[in-house]
């Protein structure tokens, strides 16, 4: 080569000057060590005493007309080029890169597979299984939850550009011993597992450990933590339902727990949510004590109070009976001569007879036969003829006639064939079931009474609108309608339970915690402060249980906010969120088969 274009040229240097490749004319200057230019002057003006002076070499010219300007700097440029790897730089990278593939073919297939052929170490192995999986894994290996491709060199380049990961989409084996929740907007998809959970990092990482940039990986709103950016709770929230317990706060603590007359009954100061309230039980709801604890001293009597009328003699035009049919089995009740028939009783029939037996209760003449064919089958058979009825109504008759007695059946019915009121035995101050001079009756003997409750589930069920009128309001049999409301969605049903909310989808908030740190009492109202404008009663005068007014304001971030923050709590997102609750849970009892499972997480 001609010294013009190796003047620059430097063994160690991995790049030459992009216009020696182009023109065969390389600048003086050359590249720099990193491949960018090194220069667009034509020369490098030296000082000499006072004055600049142009060194541009023989080989481009000689000195310029035109000399350096008066701060030293060459006045002519030219543009940059772009430096290119040299003959040198670009062999030994070939030679690095075929070297590599090499050992990389030994490493798959050289002496089974490994270049060190110890049991126990691969270069092929990822890594140690986290505790959970190693104890539960058939045998197998890898390929428990692996696609193998070690058959031949094919298999092996191919798996460079495959996904080869247990959730893969063609075929996800976690899910053959997990269950994943498939509910409306779960954010597990059954073919991203591994986004989340990463297994080979050794025995004792929690396959639960996540980073909040993998949540914000997939969530469109972005922020910094809960107290920096968090989008705000829905409105309203959390009370997303009408409790199920007709239960007014704001009067229980503004009016009847200040109310001189209940004063003896009333919790004492600072214990207002813990009389009721069960904090030992805390979890996500804080349970309500029993009925006994916290309301029986006030509303014990209410139960006792009004009894269920489950049949009532109506009024007869003409007597439908002739005693003579009855005079063997009723012998014990006294029948005195009619000149002329007047019915004993002036009364319609009952809602729930007319349910029953099928009739129009302002129909006499529609009314007779079926009261009088029930009146005559229970002096034959006791209760057993109500019971078939209360069966063709789908109605469990076991628990709804428990304790009804068929000597009691038979003696009323007696003297209502004989048009005389029933004198029966005095009434027992216990509840259960009597009957009195024109009907049968049930009076519920505690709270939680099963027949009370069968006979107003029973209701519910049959969607009878004079029933519903007549037992599923406050005032109604046992007063339970008072405390436990009435919901109608897909169907009727009444509130037995004081929590009936579901688990939130993903969401978790533990409540003793949070009692710890403030502790019970009135702390409860740290968060949950009572809105004294709402009448809570007004919220089940109708049955849509998402139709109401909650009594209690909204929790808003800026209450969290005031602990969860960076200087004092948690604010990632797993301390609030959580994937695998509920129906999603991956608890050993949603296993698909019997396996020994250490829970480690």
């Not at 220069?39 to 490098?44: D, L, N, P, R, T």
């Not at 997939?218 to 317990?245: I, M, N, Q």
């Not at 007695?405 to 038979?410: C, Y």
């Not at 004294?532 to 849509?544: A, G, H, I, W």
Request: proline share 6%; hydrophobic share 30%.
């Amino acid at each position: 080569m001609s010294a013009p274009e190796n003047s620059y040229n430097r063994p160690s240097y991995p790049h030459i000057c992009g216009r020696a490749k182009l023109w065969g004319k390389p600048c003086p200057l050359g590249p720099n060590v990193d491949g960018s230019c090194g220069g667009v002057q034509e020369c490098k003006p030296t000082r000499s005493g006072d004055r600049w002076k142009c060194c541009r070499p023989r080989s481009q010219g000689g000195a310029c007309a035109n000399g350096p300007l008066p701060d030293g700097t060459c006045a002519n440029t030219q543009p940059p080029c772009r430096p290119s790897a040299s003959v040198r730089i670009t062999r030994f990278r070939l030679v690095a890169a075929a070297a590599f593939l090499t050992v990389a073919l030994l490493f798959a297939f050289g002496s089974g597979g490994n270049i060190v052929s110890s049991d126990d170490f691969s270069f092929k192995n990822a890594g140690p299984l986290r505790t959970g999986h190693a104890e539960s894994m058939s045998g197998k290996g890898c390929v428990d939850c692996h696609e193998p491709h070690e058959k031949n060199a094919s298999m092996f380049l191919a798996a460079i550009t495959k996904n080869s990961a247990p959730d893969s989409a063609e075929n996800n084996k976690c899910l053959d011993c997990h269950v994943i929740g498939t509910s409306a907007g779960d954010p597990h998809k059954v073919e991203t597992c591994v986004s989340c959970h990463k297994e080979h990092a050794g025995l004792k990482s929690p396959v639960t450990s996540m980073t909040d940039a993998q949540c914000h990986s997939c969530h469109k709103v972005k922020f910094a933590s809960f107290s920096e950016g968090h989008p705000a709770f829905k409105k309203g929230y959390p009370y997303d339902l009408r409790t199920s317990l007709n239960f007014d706060h704001n009067r229980h603590l503004s009016i009847h727990f200040v109310d001189a007359r209940y004063k003896d009954k009333a919790p004492s100061e600072g214990e207002t949510c813990i009389s009721c309230h069960d904090t030992t039980k805390a979890e996500r709801n804080v349970p309500i004590k029993s009925f006994e604890a916290s309301c029986a001293a006030c509303h014990n009597d209410k139960i006792k109070s009004t009894a269920l009328t489950v049949f009532e003699l109506p009024e007869f035009e003409k007597n439908p009976f002739d005693f003579k049919d009855f005079e063997e089995v009723c012998r014990s009740v006294n029948v005195e001569a009619e000149d002329e028939f007047e019915s004993v009783s002036t009364e319609q029939p009952n809602p729930i007879s007319a349910m029953l037996f099928d009739f129009d209760p302002e129909e006499i003449g529609e009314y007779s036969g079926p009261i009088a064919e029930f009146l005559k089958q229970s002096i034959d058979n006791g209760p057993s003829f109500l019971g078939d009825k209360i069966k063709d109504l789908d109605g469990n008759s076991f628990d709804m006639l428990n304790g009804l007695s068929a000597e009691m059946l038979m003696q009323a019915a007696c003297s209502w064939v004989t048009n005389q009121e029933y004198e029966g035995p005095e009434i027992s101050e216990n509840g259960g079931w009597f009957a009195d001079e024109l009907s049968i009756k049930y009076r519920a003997r505690k709270h939680g009474d099963p027949v009370m409750k069968a006979w107003l589930d029973f209701a519910a069920d049959q969607e009878n609108d004079p029933v519903s009128e007549s037992l599923l309001v406050s005032d109604g049999p046992g007063g339970c309608i008072s405390c436990h409301g009435v919901s109608e969605t897909d169907a009727v049903r009444i509130g037995w339970k004081s929590v009936t909310r579901p688990a939130a989808p993903n969401f978790k908030y533990p409540h003793k915690p949070h009692l710890n740190v403030l502790g019970p009492g009135t702390q409860c109202q740290t968060c949950h402060v009572i809105d004294k404008s709402v009448d809570t009663r007004k919220n089940f005068e109708q049955l849509d249980p998402e139709v109401f007014k909650a009594g209690f304001k909204q929790i808003s971030i800026e209450t969290c906010s005031q602990c969860h923050n960076k200087q004092r709590v948690d604010v990632g997102c797993r301390g609030c969120h959580s994937f695998h609750g509920g129906e999603n849970s991956f608890a050993k009892s949603q296993f698909k088969h019997e396996t020994k499972v250490k829970k480690d997480y």
